[in-house]
């Protein structure tokens, strides 16, 4: 996360410029950034590498034509500096895609047979937005004052990560983008290896590929070495753990992402954010991986995704391969699929609406069968409704499996807070359960952590019952002074009294009770489920058919009671209106 306030404020007023310039669809306000800022760290490497070269007595040759470079154009007047840019920076830019050997169409076959650097292919179409000269004066002038020479890596993929986040904040593109805790909680639960292939058939931004690299960048750094932000985020990534195999493999062969963002605006997006997060060569190439031209096959040891839920697909155009699921429900078919291109031993982490773990069409059946019969199911995490606010209310979950394998029982966890509030506003809270879904996670098969939380538990039960006795005999005493003070008369003020202090001591009560309470109700989102539990119930993996939740014992006073006061109200309510009548006459 980017916690330098200038830094922010610098890409607050750089967004706002562009924005009130005309570029008012959020994604090409973040290419056109993409692209300035991309040019620049272009600008920023060549000078590293010439000053070494001068510092080693060494005659260096730029692989950039002068006239290319950030420090050639950007001392040009406004006018000469968008004409230098349109007429040659952005020709150079749009030759870097034609390197290839072989050339593709934009929406034809762009697999890794055919190129190798997804960014040198996009380049191909890329095109200046920006058409006011002294909005690229500004622009380039805020650019420069970033200094993103000076700031490591960390800080140049947190910059571009905080102008990703303003997807989430700009209207309906904010479908494109996870909130990147989750991403990094799913992360964190698959817990990817140096010499593991990643990949995500939805990438959208690339942020699940982004994270799955600085994951294992921060397994391979010397603890010494790294510092993490208030928000738990790690910096100072170097690994110098990683052997020269394993930094190569990460850096050419390690993480694919597709997409099918035709516009190739996303494509662009996702790969310079590769680029900028330290992923020199990326792979993010345009596809819909639910079609006919996408055959991988057992061609990842780990995927990582959150598809999109856009209802049916044409069913003209779905793969032979998936034809057998009989749906053309996308997440329900991305299932099939991750199932597909996952080696024998490979793990997912996707997310999916909560109806593909209730849903009770033969489809939907199927897939969870299959998941559980033929594969490993590892866990569930059901997430609140709120999570994907302003732009989406529906409640999903994530599904984490292995392929093959044997399913014997299922790990829950029934997630009712993220460290943001669910509105539409997701402001920041102190709830967060997160932390706990790690701890569980990481700790499921350990016999000690479980018999630990299970003496907490008892424990917790132990201390709160005698409470809620109690709170039981204050609601009747409550309940009883309650009607009792509606029929008594204005001068018994003794009624009254009793009425406020046994209010008061109820509320002192529940003030030792929530803490409690709150204390089993996290204890109990955790839980284990059977194989012949969920197949008995038709597959169904809904937490909440599972959850044991105990529900607090409500006072009702007895029939007989309620009886007998509705009759000395009725006595009481005859007699009031008596004495009114009399005082009528």
């Known amino acids: 996360m980017l916690t330098d306030p200038k830094l922010r404020s610098q890409v607050d007023t750089l967004w706002d410029k562009l924005w009130s310039g005309g570029l008012s669809n959020p994604l090409d306000a973040i290419e056109q950034l993409s692209y300035l800022l991309f040019l620049k760290r272009l600008d920023d490497e060549e000078n590293r590498k010439e000053k070494l070269a001068r510092l080693r007595g060494q005659t260096y040759e730029s692989g950039i034509p002068e006239p290319m470079r950030w420090r050639h154009w950007i001392h040009f007047e406004g006018s000469n500096a968008l004409k230098h840019l349109r007429e040659q920076v952005f020709p150079w830019f749009r030759a870097l895609g034609n390197n290839n050997e072989e050339e593709t169409d934009h929406k034809g076959d762009l697999s890794p047979q055919k190129t190798e650097n997804s960014f040198e292919l996009y380049m191909k179409n890329a095109e200046l937005k920006i058409n006011k000269s002294n909005l690229l004066i500004e622009a380039c002038k805020l650019i420069d004052q970033m200094q993103i020479a000076s700031q490591n890596q960390d800080v140049q993929g947190d910059l571009y990560e905080y102008l990703l986040s303003k997807l989430s904040t700009a209207g309906r593109n904010g479908q494109f983008r996870t909130p990147r805790h989750i991403i990094r909680m799913m992360v964190q639960m698959i817990d990817p290896k140096p010499n593991e292939r990643i990949g995500d058939l939805a990438a959208g931004t690339g942020g699940f590929l982004v994270n799955a690299y600085q994951h294992i960048l921060e397994q391979k750094t010397l603890p010494e070495n790294l510092t993490y932000d208030a928000d738990g985020w790690p910096h100072h990534l170097t690994g110098e753990l990683l052997t020269d195999d394993e930094r190569q493999f990460l850096q050419k062969e390690a993480f694919r992402g597709y997409d099918n963002d035709s516009g190739m605006t ?223 008369s204005e001068e018994d003020a003794q009624i009254h009294t009793l009425l406020e202090q046994e209010q008061q001591q109820l509320a002192g009560l529940q003030a030792r009770i929530s803490p409690l309470q709150w204390q089993i109700n996290q204890l109990t989102r955790q839980f284990w489920v059977t194989k012949g539990q969920v197949k008995t119930n038709k597959y169904d993996l809904s937490a909440s058919r599972y959850r044991q939740i105990e529900q607090d014992e409500v006072y009702y006073a007895a029939p007989d009671v309620t009886i007998r006061r509705l009759l000395e109200l009725e006595q009481s309510i005859t007699k009031s209106i008596k004495e009114l009548a009399g005082l009528l006459k």
């Not at 780990?302 to 997440?331: C, H, Q, R, W, Y």
């Not at 609406?353 to 490993?376: C, Y």
């Not at 093959?404 to 790990?411: M, N």
């Open 266 to 488: 996303m494509l662009r997006i996702g790969s310079m954010n590769l680029i900028l997060h330290g992923i020199e060569q990326p792979r993010f190439y345009y596809m819909d991986t639910l079609s006919k031209d996408f055959n991988e096959s057992r061609d990842y040891d780990i995927i990582l995704m959150n598809p999109p839920f856009k209802g049916a697909v044409d069913p003209n155009d779905i793969n032979p391969t998936l034809s057998t699921s009989n749906t053309t429900k996308s997440e329900l078919l991305f299932l099939h699929v991750i199932l597909r291109v996952l080696d024998i031993g490979g793990r997912c982490a996707v997310i999916v609406p909560d109806g593909v773990l209730f849903g009770s069409s033969k489809a939907h059946v199927n897939i969870r069968k299959k998941l559980i019969e033929e594969n490993r199911l590892d866990g569930v995490v059901c997430m609140p409704s709120g999570v994907f606010k302003p732009y989406a209310g529906v409640s999903t979950a994530i599904l984490f499996f292995t392929r093959g394998g044997t399913t014997d029982r299922i790990w829950f966890y029934d997630m009712e807070h993220d460290g943001f509030s669910l509105d539409d506003k997701r402001q920041l809270v102190p709830e967060n359960d997160i932390p706990d879904i790690l701890a569980c996670w990481s700790s499921r098969n350990d016999v000690a952590f479980q018999d630990e939380r299970n003496q907490q538990l008892k424990s917790l039960r132990e201390q709160i019952t005698p409470l809620k006795a109690e709170k039981l005999k204050l609601q009747a005493a409550i309940n009883r002074l309650t009607f009792e003070s509606v029929i008594a």
